[in-house]
């Protein structure tokens, strides 16, 4: 199963490299990890995909709550959630079947064209990790020429927070 | 009141009562040995490697159940100090290691003796901090000593650049009384509802087994398991590391469990209908092939580390919290609720216990012409009344000192269960004398192991470590030898140690007094007379059978049931449960 961990850890150094570190040492499968700050500056804010069976998960969230600068931490999965991944992917669009067909799917998935030269589209998508994947899929027929996708965010749905 | 950072930090050793601080100077710390130089409220304990530095302050923690502080410089003796921090950290000992790094202007510079001690100690300790700012000494350590020594204990790393430890920087010093850390509160009291769950499970059980670990001695809580056990009336093993928290002469206690454990507690093991470990996390040389342990029970479990619950054997009755309150309460519930256990069953399950008890599984061979290991250590017990602090290294001697020594108290035995490290035995034994000088401590070792520490016994002539090295000598690496015997095809391969120094000539030369022991019937007065020079470290090289085997012994991978006996066991062996 792949859950979505959602972790307010102290803002210090070499803090995220206690919870990078975790991973790796228990070999556990990290499918995308993101960081950035909170609006509490001496937060941050982790967001982890991870995939394994549920006692593998519950392995992982127990260990990470052990790290002494993880605050608290939520399984988002366990609830109803929305998640969200931004992707930039760079295509090649050189004739105008190319580019009216990646125009067409772009806009189908939502995407917006944001940079064009003669020989390529740079698309912006914006979904959850699925819908990411399948706009990739999409473009199978196309030649992808770079993808970076952002890595998962995620938030829980209603009135629950992840709050200190 | 006005002091440097290396004031500060010695200052706030001696507010947090450190008595020892185990060390070894250079660059990096040099501010911070002036600053010792100037007091004595902390006695600065010089060893002659850092890595017994490590094992000296854990083995005066395991002893006396206060933190064990160590203090190295950056570069080599920081790296030095990593195994000692691995040990403790695999065994959940409370230790503040204190680390000097080059100054904060160079650090990734590749200066001079740097090694990023906070990267390479991250994964063994419970947590480590580098101090960038010299009015944050005092809490950072006050943090150290909290994190280390409450919840799971563990090793913490304190990582100082030298100009944080500047002289002729003075600030302010308040050391805090109290702290508290959002991201750190470690659960105590366990939940009453699943406490009183597992009571009701404990008091159906027909063929219940009690599992103790080293979380029993290190939460303090012996008293309490030992009302528990008596109140129930129930068969009780310990792990390794649980030695000592159940009395061994006790006619309750089953002697050890697992791959070197009694063929009683395994067996039991193997048939009980409800089991509940306490403070013990199911360990691979414990529990053997998973798929196989206690078949037919249900698990109760009481650990202080969530994570350890469920982590290799899901478990029904989980129950989060200190275990001597959580044992408090369960006997509590016991002995107020007029409750009862079932009489009749449990008479049964001891018959059957008493059945496997008689196959006498620690029997070894009385009328040898060669030293046998085990009797050494069953004179090292009548000599000191079963009273001594025993440490000990890693091997086949370390089994047999765990087997045949018969621990009746807690924090009395001190070894490395977890990591298994070599050469922890003579350092561990010097961090236990000096806290205990009056008590005996001895070190039980092999000719292996206490050449990976030996230049210690510098350390102990200068400070008047009067400790007994006990040497079981079998010329050989036993441990790997028997494994080479059982699945190599008696290839020894690299397991005999040549050229071995003359132990007595050696301790003489470092100052201290040499017995050798070759006959076994100057075994009982070579210990005897070892023990009597109370007052000086004796290094007892004593030449053991070399073909000697610990049993019993279940092979890696193998079920409780399927243990290897010795051909000594009063009944014959049951040719089905052969080792292959
Ligand atoms: C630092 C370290 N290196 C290697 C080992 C692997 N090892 C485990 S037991 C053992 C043999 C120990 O020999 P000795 O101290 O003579 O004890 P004996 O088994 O002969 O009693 C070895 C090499 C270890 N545990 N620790
Ligand atoms: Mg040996």
């Known amino acids: 199963m792949r859950h979505i961990i959602s972790i307010l850890i102290e803002n210090e150094a070499g803090a995220l490299s206690r919870v990078v570190g975790l991973f790796s040492a228990r070999a556990y499968n990290i499918e995308s990890l993101t960081v950035a700050p909170t609006e509490d500056e001496s937060l941050s804010r982790i967001t982890i995909v991870a995939i394994g069976t549920d006692q593998i998960i519950e392995q992982i969230t127990k260990q990470l709550n052990k790290l002494i600068?993880?605050?608290?931490?939520?399984?988002?999965?366990?609830?109803?959630?929305?998640?969200?991944?931004?992707?930039?992917?760079?295509?090649?669009?050189?004739?105008m079947a190319q580019r009216g067909d990646i125009k067409r799917l772009s806009d189908i998935f939502r995407g917006h064209i944001i940079d064009v030269t003669t020989s390529n589209y740079t698309i912006e998508l914006t979904g959850s990790g699925r819908k990411v994947d399948s706009f990739i899929e999409a473009l199978a027929e196309h030649k992808i020429l770079e993808t970076v996708r952002s890595g998962v965010s995620g938030i829980a749905r209603g009135d629950k927070i992840l709050h200190v | 009141?006005?002091?440097?950072?290396?004031?500060?930090?010695?200052?706030?050793?001696?507010?947090?009562?450190?008595?020892?601080?185990?060390?070894?100077?250079?660059?990096?710390?040099?501010?911070?040995?002036?600053?010792?130089?100037?007091?004595?409220?902390?006695?600065?304990?010089?060893?002659?490697?850092?890595?017994?530095?490590?094992?000296?302050?854990?083995?005066?923690?395991?002893a006396t159940g206060k933190p064990g502080v160590v203090l190295v410089t950056s570069g080599p003796g920081a790296t030095n100090a990593v195994t000692g921090i691995a040990t403790a950290y695999m065994d959940s000992i409370p230790m503040v290691v204190i680390t000097g790094q080059v100054p904060t202007a160079v650090i990734g510079s590749d200066a001079f003796q740097e090694v990023d001690a906070v990267g390479i100690t991250r994964p063994c300790v419970k947590h480590n901090f580098l101090v960038k700012d010299v009015n944050k000494i005092a809490e950072?350590?006050?943090?150290?000593?909290?994190?280390?020594?409450?919840?799971?204990?563990?090793?913490?790393?304190?990582?100082?650049?030298k100009d944080i430890t500047d002289p002729a920087i003075k600030v302010p010093y308040n050391y805090p009384d109290k702290i508290t850390m959002r991201s750190y509160q470690p659960t105590v009291k366990g939940h009453s509802g699943q406490i009183k769950r597992a009571v009701e499970m404990l008091l159906n059980a027909k063929k219940p087994m009690i599992y103790s670990g080293g979380g029993v001695v290190l939460g303090n809580a012996s008293?309490?398991?030992?009302?528990?056990?008596?109140?129930?009336?129930?068969?009780?093993?310990?792990?390794?590391?649980?030695?000592?928290?159940?009395?061994?002469?006790?006619?309750?206690f089953m002697?050890?469990?697992?791959?070197?454990?009694?063929?009683?507690?395994?067996?039991?093991?193997?048939?009980?209908?409800?089991?509940?470990?306490?403070?013990?996390?199911?360990?691979?040389?414990?529990?053997?092939?998973?798929?196989?342990?206690?078949p037919d029970a249900q698990i109760i479990h009481i650990d202080i580390d969530p994570s350890s619950i469920s982590k290799t054997i899901m478990v029904d009755i989980p129950i989060v919290g200190d275990v001597a309150t959580v044992l408090q309460e369960m006997n509590h519930i016991i002995t107020t609720g007029n409750k009862q256990t079932k009489k009749k069953d449990i008479d049964a399950w001891w018959k059957v216990i008493n059945g496997w008890r008689a196959k006498k599984c620690m029997s070894y061979d009385k009328n040898s012409d060669k030293i046998k290991p085990q009797a050494a250590v069953e004179i090292v017990h009548e000599i000191t009344k079963g009273d001594a602090y025993v440490t000990s290294d890693v091997g086949q001697h370390q089994m047999w000192a765990a087997q045949y020594y018969g621990f009746e108290k807690p924090n009395r035995?001190?070894?490395?269960?977890?990591?298994?490290?070599?050469?922890?035995?003579?350092?561990?034994?010097?961090?236990?004398?000096?806290?205990?000088?009056?008590?005996?401590?001895?070190?039980?070792?092999?000719?292996?192991?206490?050449?990976?520490?030996?230049?210690?016994?510098?350390?102990?002539?200068?400070?008047?470590?009067p400790i007994k090295i006990i040497a079981l000598n079998n010329r050989y690496l036993g441990m790997v030898r028997q494994w080479q015997e059982f699945f190599y095809k008696e290839r020894y391969s690299h397991s005999y140690m040549e050229s071995l120094p003359d132990f007595v000539k050696l301790a003489e030369a470092y100052g201290h007094v040499g017995i050798r022991i070759?006959?076994?019937?100057?075994?009982?007065?070579?210990?005897?007379?070892?023990?009597?020079?109370?007052?000086?470290?004796?290094?007892?090289?004593?030449?053991?059978?070399?073909?000697?085997?610990?049993?019993?012994?279940?092979?890696?991978?193998?079920?409780?049931?399927?243990?290897?006996l010795s051909p000594h066991c009063d009944l014959p062996q049951d040719p089905e449960r052969e080792l292959s």
């Open chain 2, 518 to 564: 070759e006959d076994p019937a100057d075994l009982r007065s070579g210990l005897e007379k070892a023990f009597a020079l109370k007052d000086r470290l004796v290094f007892v090289d004593i030449v053991t059978d070399q073909m000697e085997n610990v049993y019993p012994m279940i092979a890696h991978g193998k079920a409780h049931n399927e243990m290897h």
């Open chain 2, 140 to 161: 950072t350590m006050k943090k150290a000593f909290y994190v280390a020594t409450t919840g799971r204990p563990g090793p913490v790393v304190v990582d100082i650049p």
């Open chain 2, 1 to 62: 009141m006005e002091l440097s950072g290396g004031e500060i930090l010695i200052r706030s050793l001696k507010d947090e009562g450190v008595e020892f601080l185990f060390g070894y100077p250079g660059g990096a710390v040099l501010h911070i040995y002036d600053a010792i130089y100037r007091q004595d409220d902390v006695k600065h304990i010089l060893v002659r490697h850092e890595q017994a530095a490590t094992h000296a302050a854990d083995g005066y923690a395991r």
């Open chain 2, 223 to 252: 008293e309490e398991l030992r009302s528990f056990v008596r109140n129930l009336g129930y068969p009780i093993t310990t792990t390794l590391m649980g030695l000592g928290s159940y009395p061994a002469s006790d006619e309750l």
């Open chain 1, 69 to 95: 600068d993880v605050v608290k931490l939520l399984d988002l999965s366990d609830g109803p959630h929305i998640e969200r991944e931004m992707v930039l992917i760079k295509v090649k669009a050189a004739t």
């Open chain 2, 255 to 294: 002697g050890m469990l697992g791959m070197h454990g009694t063929y009683e507690s395994n067996m039991a093991m193997h048939a009980c209908d409800v089991l509940i470990a306490i403070g013990a996390r199911f360990d691979d040389r414990v529990t053997g092939k998973i798929a196989e342990f206690c």
């Open chain 2, 413 to 465: 035995w001190i070894n490395s269960g977890g990591l298994g490290t070599m050469g922890f035995g003579l350092p561990a034994a010097m961090g236990v004398q000096l806290a205990f000088p009056d008590e005996t401590v001895v070190c039980i070792t092999g000719e292996g192991s206490i050449q990976m520490c030996i230049q210690e016994l510098s350390t102990c002539l200068q400070y008047g470590l």
